[in-house]
């Protein structure tokens, strides 16, 4: 069964500017840059069949963003998770054309009968997975990098990943894209 989501390419330009915030974090396991990614909507584990029919289907939404490239903007690193933190992320400034699709996304899991996403979006990047790791020393690793980033770049395309079968994790494969233009 393969492990599917959909989701927005990070340009290697920014992804190596966010790699500058790696480090200095004991306990944090820090995501490889090459994966860096904004998911839309996480499939999970489906079927081939099913598999199938997201490829296929996926293919209605490109037309959300009217034909041009979707302009993102990387505001300021967060922390999921405040007095247990899981993840250390960048957060992407608030778009409707990105919710749209987004939402667009969820429609189509929910109409192939994937349980719904119970979480609102909230479209980031994920930096560092964190376990064990405390608030106080995330709250102290934050505070050094209290400054704004205005990352901005413009996403060409979604893409449908896959990650290793019921692990999850990168490096992540792309198994179909989708040109907005």
Same mark, same amino acid.
């Given at each position: 069964?393969?492990?599917?989501?959909?989701?927005?390419?990070?340009?290697?330009?920014?992804?190596?500017?966010?790699?500058?915030?790696?480090?200095?974090?004991?306990?944090?396991?820090?995501?490889?840059?090459?994966?860096?990614?904004?998911?839309?909507?996480?499939?999970?584990?489906?079927?081939?069949?099913?598999?199938?029919?997201?490829?296929?289907?996926?293919?209605?939404?490109?037309?959300?963003?009217?034909?041009?490239?979707?302009?993102?903007?990387?505001?300021?690193? @967060? #922390?999921?998770?405040? %007095?247990?933190?899981?993840? +250390?992320?960048? $957060?992407?400034?608030?778009? /409707? =054309?990105?919710?749209?699709?987004?939402?667009?996304?969820?429609?189509?899991?929910?109409?192939?009968?994937?349980?719904?996403?119970?979480?609102?979006?909230?479209?980031?990047?994920?930096?560092?997975?964190?376990? @064990? #790791?405390?608030?106080? %020393?995330?709250?102290?690793? +934050?505070?050094? $990098?209290?400054?704004?980033? /205005? =990352?901005?770049?413009?996403?060409?395309?979604?893409?449908?990943?896959?990650?290793?079968?019921?692990?999850?994790?990168?490096?992540?494969?792309?198994?179909?894209d989708y040109p907005f233009a």
């Amino acid at each position: 069964m393969p492990r599917l989501f959909s989701g927005l390419e990070i340009p290697p330009a920014i992804a190596s500017a966010l790699a500058f915030c790696r480090g200095g974090l004991a306990g944090a396991r820090w995501i490889e840059p090459a994966d860096y990614h904004i998911t839309l909507r996480f499939f999970g584990d489906v079927d081939r069949h099913v598999a199938q029919v997201l490829v296929e289907d996926l293919a209605e939404t490109e037309r959300i963003s009217g034909g041009r490239p979707l302009a993102l903007e990387l505001d300021e690193i @967060g #922390v999921f998770g405040n %007095d247990f933190p899981r993840a +250390l992320f960048a $957060r992407v400034k608030s778009d /409707a =054309l990105l919710g749209r699709l987004a939402s667009a996304h969820e429609s189509l899991a929910r109409r192939n009968g994937l349980k719904p996403e119970t979480r609102k979006f909230a479209p980031h990047v994920t930096l560092a997975r964190l376990r @064990g #790791v405390s608030a106080r %020393d995330v709250g102290a690793w +934050l505070s050094e $990098r209290a400054f704004p980033l /205005a =990352l901005k770049f413009e996403a060409e395309r979604f893409v449908l990943f896959s990650s290793r079968d019921s692990v999850g994790g990168g490096p992540y494969r792309v198994e179909a894209d989708y040109p907005f233009a």
